[in-house]
């Protein structure tokens, strides 16, 4: 198969055997279509004097190796105006850094592999390895045949062009990333931003519906968030913060200047902004800190069939229903039961029946360490945090509690638990 490198630089022909100037770059359309490999659609000729101009495909008789040749004279092209779609490979894709989608990672092309169909050629392949760099340096040949004298063959490295995404870049307009990254987990998007500036990173997800965003700057620790955060526009900015949970937008706003923090807050709903600045009141490194203010309650009064339907109606509004907490009109904090218990339990048990009264649980000012001590020693996927009245102020996940002991490089690394 032929590669974009074999062609640059060569020479153009017309069709009385003048030389026209040679190829400096290809132009593909990338509209949709019923391929998922753009056909070529143009020329991108430097002509003798300087002068560029681009030569519709259908005015080239044959592209073959080093010979490139038009079907008419020089003087009768008419020039191709490139369309929103246009792609310039040379320009736009060699040597630039794309996704690649099924192995969720940040690659650089090497060179470009082309396929010819039907009499046009069309993009097909990525060269991402280095025989791809050795090629444009017109190395590979003699590489190769030493390589096969030691016994040994220089891998291939590519991927197929329908499963390449390319990086947006400023002033240029390019395949929409939403269409296939935002169906990937929000722990494989990290990934895949982990490799780019916080800028890349924002431009790329700055397409994503606001859930999406959210939940994959959640798996970043609070500087990094920030960093993309600051890609985005307020009010932007703001609709992100009302889709995380309220203890990641806590710690997120806790990294940014005053004067932008105070602004995003004016900017985001009532509710969430009230959730937010309750959280921002305590310390960092404390229970208070660390805790989120969405959990389920219910009643001790109510059956355990009652509170299953209650479950259903709030269920939406909770980091996690692992344990649902009973707690009087007053919000003191009475008892605790988990889903497994709720499931056994009799339809018309009472929750007061089946609850567990001795709650394990952390006060607002608890050390973040101890906190941590005591889901360990318990075994807990979630702790209650009370005031000093005994009234439940919210509750600290897992995964926070594991954010605090991880080495940083893991962290981005691994998934959400809930």
């Known amino acids: 198969m032929p590669f974009l490198s074999e062609f ?36 991108s000729v430097e002509r003798i004097g300087g002068m560029s101009i681009l030569i519709p495909w259908e005015q080239v008789r044959m592209m073959i190796g080093p010979i490139i040749a038009l079907r008419i004279k020089a003087e ?23 996704i690649d989608i099924n192995g969720l990672r940040v690659v650089r092309v090497n060179d470009l592999e082309l396929t010819k169909i039907d009499g046009r050629y069309y993009l097909t392949n990525v060269d991402i390895g280095g025989r791809g760099l050795l090629r444009r340096l017109g190395l590979d040949k003699l590489i190769d045949g030493l390589a096969r004298r030691l016994g040994f063959r220089l891998p291939e490295r590519s ?3 329908s499963n390449v995404e390319l990086l947006p870049a400023l ?32 431009a790329l997800i700055g397409s994503l519906d606001n859930e999406i965003v959210a939940d994959t700057l959640e798996e970043f620790e609070p500087e990094s968030q920030a960093s993309m955060l600051s890609t985005f526009d307020d009010e932007r ?42 959280l921002l009141a305590y310390a960092e490194d404390t229970a208070g800190g660390l805790m989120t203010t969405e959990y389920v309650t219910v ?32 919000e003191h904090l009475l008892g605790v039961f988990s889903l ?14 089946f609850m ?39 509750m600290v996940t897992a995964d926070d509690a594991v954010d605090l002991i991880l080495p940083e490089e893991w962290k981005v690394r691994l998934p959400r638990i809930f």
């Open 159 to 161: 991927i197929a062009w």
């Open 8 to 43: 640059l630089g060569r020479a153009v022909w017309d069709s009385e055997g003048q030389r026209v100037g040679k190829l400096v770059d290809l132009v593909v359309s990338i509209a949709p279509v019923e391929t998922p490999y753009p056909p070529i659609v143009a020329l």
């Open 76 to 98: 009768g092209i008419t020039p191709y105006h490139p369309a929103e779609h246009s792609l310039y490979l040379a320009r736009d894709v060699l040597d630039k850094q794309v």
């Open 356 to 394: 567990e009264r001795k709650v394990i649980k952390v006060g607002l000012a608890t050390p973040a360490e101890e906190v941590v001590r005591v889901m360990a020693k318990y075994d807990l996927l979630a702790v209650p945090v009370v005031d000093e009245e005994n009234r439940l102020q919210g």
């Open 340 to 353: 497994r218990e709720l499931i056994l339990a009799s339809p018309e048990a009472k929750v007061a029946d």
């Open 237 to 278: 900015a703001a609709d992100v913060l009302e889709a995380m949970t309220p203890d990641d937008a806590a710690d997120l706003l806790n990294r940014l200047p005053p004067e932008r923090r105070e602004e995003l807050l004016r900017l985001m709903e009532a509710e969430e902004e009230e959730e937010v600045r309750e």
């Open 171 to 202: 002033g240029l307009r390019l395949k929409v990333p939403r269409s296939r990254i935002a169906n990937l987990h929000p722990a494989d998007i990290a990934e895949i931003l982990s490799d780019l500036t916080p800028r890349a990173g924002g």
């Open 299 to 330: 009643p001790p009064h109510i059956t355990a069939a009652e509170a299953i339907e209650l479950l259903r109606q709030k269920a939406r509004e909770a980091e996690t229903i692992f344990y649902v907490y009973v707690t009087d009109e007053e």
